[in-house]
């Protein structure tokens, strides 16, 4: 599975990005897959920032409920990530992953990454 994030940037703290990741190649349909936002800031580890289950269930680290948006289209094989009310603290490379639904454990499939940086 190829996973392919876009969407990111520059934005001013209380701006809005969304991202997207698209996925291709998959031998696994793309409906019957769990797919998430992770990011990692410079010197922290990296957290899962949401996740969206194959159902459409979707769950936000507390630091984004409110302000992040977790999607998917699965006629067009891509989540997508809506953030708002932007803060300093969001900064990091954001990267989306996904795994079949059907499979135990963590994510198996990685994106590239998408830098985000919000200036205060």
């Known amino acids: 599975v190829q996973l392919q994030a876009s969407g990111g940037g520059l934005v001013q703290a209380g701006g809005s990005l969304r991202l997207s990741c698209a996925a291709s190649g998959s031998i696994f349909s793309f409906n019957r897959m769990d797919m998430g936002w992770h990011r990692q800031a410079p010197g922290k580890q990296r957290e899962l920032v949401a996740a969206i289950t194959s159902g459409g269930s979707t769950n936000y680290v507390d630091s984004v409920k409110g302000r992040f948006t977790i999607s998917r289209d699965n006629a067009k094989n891509t989540v997508y990530l809506q953030m708002n009310s932007l803060k300093p603290e969001d900064t990091a490379v954001y990267y989306c992953?996904?795994?079949?639904?059907?499979?135990?454990?963590?994510?198996?499939?990685w994106g590239q990454g998408t830098l985000v940086t919000v200036s205060s």
């Open positions: 992953a996904g795994k079949p639904t059907f499979m135990s454990g963590g994510f198996a499939f």
